[in-house]
């Protein structure tokens, strides 16, 4: 499964503990690791510790079902909460506003919790020993050195166990019946493949010529109204039957007046928005009717050729590679834009290998294989990443960005266009309607067990 699909949230393979605000000592050990899965997955691992540490004092909040939320759980979400914030730029929730947030996202995960470990799902000892394993690992620790850390920090090691085993059951629990709940017509498909298929006519290549009138930015009405009754004369000599080229030699100012205003064959979507939107109309040898109108001036526009668009059953493929970096209260996100953007210089100066960058310092599970994402078809990825991803040429790399998994520099490989069945066409629509709906239903699915859920809220006694 891809790491980046929108409910491809890895289990909680990382360990993910609150760092302390003080610096810590030159002899302190460094924090364990949090790569090896997205956002969601530290946060839960972070959870599971903090339930895992509860302090003898500590106080029940509110009883949710057969579980409990206590009040140093409360605090402890807030104050992460609160940190994180202060980390993206964003502004801080006050106090009383994060403790509240905190509580109902607390209880939510508790609802969710105790629906799963009811819901007949079940984690084995075996899968559940790989899952802590791979967390020892991620971390450079075999599985004794990873009770050792817990100890030191203060977490009962079955505990945390069971805790992540809850994560695991709710990560399935919800897949199974999110996706349950979704449904998605042949209508939705018909109308998903017709839009596919119009956005492909859309990006098909178009060669245009144009004669360009600018107006300077400074000119009076006078002088725009000179300029534009010069551009009229020259639609009207040219839809007259003057060659166009010629024309545009004579009166055109822009830099292609010496090709005769010849602007060259490139995917429709890559020129100028009034430019596509105006030979839409046109068949190959037409002119626009009227003048077009922009911030640059008065532009006459010929469309010279069209070629096909891409077959509704292709998809192109991208082979990409990426460094990710994931934002932290040790690496804040300026540091991580500041990381990647070093990375990339490097590699571009031919000091570094971009696949030695990866193994090193990513942190997802293509690290191994030097950042290697292999080939993706269109929606394998989450859109924030895949536009950027999209507009690369074929060996560049992107600047930093961001998604919701963290800081990304990504390199394209290769692309390749491949044919796809009618029915795989189709199968892809439907997964990518499930994936559009999937948050909604989501959403609404919390809500009906919230409202099915037992919830006491207790004082601040614990009584």
């Known amino acids: 499964m891809n790491p980046f699909s929108l ?12 760092a302390s605000a003080q610096a810590q000592p030159a002899n302190a050990k460094p924090p364990l690791d949090t790569r090896a899965g997205p956002t969601q997955a530290a946060a839960a691992a972070e959870d599971a510790a903090a339930r895992a540490r509860r302090q003898p004092g500590d106080h029940i909040a509110v009883v949710v079902n057969q579980d409990v939320v206590t009040a140093g759980e409360i605090a402890q979400r807030t104050q992460r909460a609160r940190e994180e914030a202060r980390m993206r730029g964003e502004p801080v929730p006050d106090a009383e506003t994060a403790r509240e947030q905190a509580l109902e996202a607390l209880i939510e995960d508790r609802v969710l919790v105790t629906y799963a470990r009811e819901s007949g799902a079940r984690v084995d000892e075996a899968e559940l020993d790989r899952v802590v394993g791979n967390v020892a690992a991620q971390n450079r620790l075999n599985l004794e050195q990873l009770k050792e850390r817990l100890k030191a920090d203060g977490v009962d090691f079955k505990r945390f166990r069971e805790n992540l085993r809850d994560q695991m059951l709710t990560e399935r629990v919800r897949e199974r019946e999110v996706v349950g709940r979704i449904r998605v017509t042949d209508g939705e498909i018909d109308k998903q493949l017709a839009e596919r298929e119009a956005a492909a006519a859309a990006k098909a290549p178009i060669n245009v010529a144009q004669i360009l009138i600018p107006v300077p930015s400074t000119a009076n009405e006078t002088e725009r109204s000179a300029l534009r009754q010069r551009a009229e004369r020259a639609l009207a000599r040219v839809r007259g039957g003057e060659d166009f080229a010629a024309v545009a030699r004579e009166l055109s100012e822009d ?8 602007i060259g064959l ?7 928005d009034l430019f596509s939107q105006a030979a839409a109309s046109l068949s190959p040898g037409q002119i626009t009717p009227n003048l077009l109108v922009s911030e640059a001036g008065y532009h006459v ?5 069209r070629q096909a668009g891409a077959a509704a059953n292709q998809v192109t493929e991208t082979h990409a590679r990426h460094i990710l970096i994931r934002a932290s209260e040790k690496v804040p996100p300026e540091m991580a834009v500041t990381r990647l953007r070093e990375m990339k210089r490097l590699i571009e100066a031919g000091q570094v290998k971009f696949e030695e960058l990866a ?17 993706a078809a269109p929606g394998m990825f989450v859109p924030e990443f895949e536009e950027v991803m999209n507009r690369l040429d074929l060996n560049g790399l992107s600047e930093p960005l961001q998604s919701r998994f963290g800081f990304h520099l990504i390199q394209v490989l290769e692309r390749r266009t491949k044919e796809i069945e009618p029915r795989q066409l189709r199968d892809q629509a439907r997964a990518q309607l499930r994936e559009r709906k999937f948050e909604e239903a989501y959403k609404e699915w919390v809500k009906d067990l919230r409202a099915r859920a037992f ?3 207790r004082d601040a006694s614990g009584s």
């Open 266 to 272: 490139r995917p429709a979507d890559r020129l100028p």
């Open 455 to 457: 919830i006491e809220m």
């Open 7 to 18: 409910r491809a949230l890895v289990l909680a393979l990382s360990l993910a503990f609150a």
């Open 359 to 375: 193994r090193q310092y990513s942190e997802d599970g293509s690290a191994p294989q030097g950042g290697d994402l292999g080939w």
């Open 255 to 262: 830099g292609n007046r010496a090709k005769g205003g010849e």
């Open 301 to 305: 526009l010929k469309l010279l050729e």
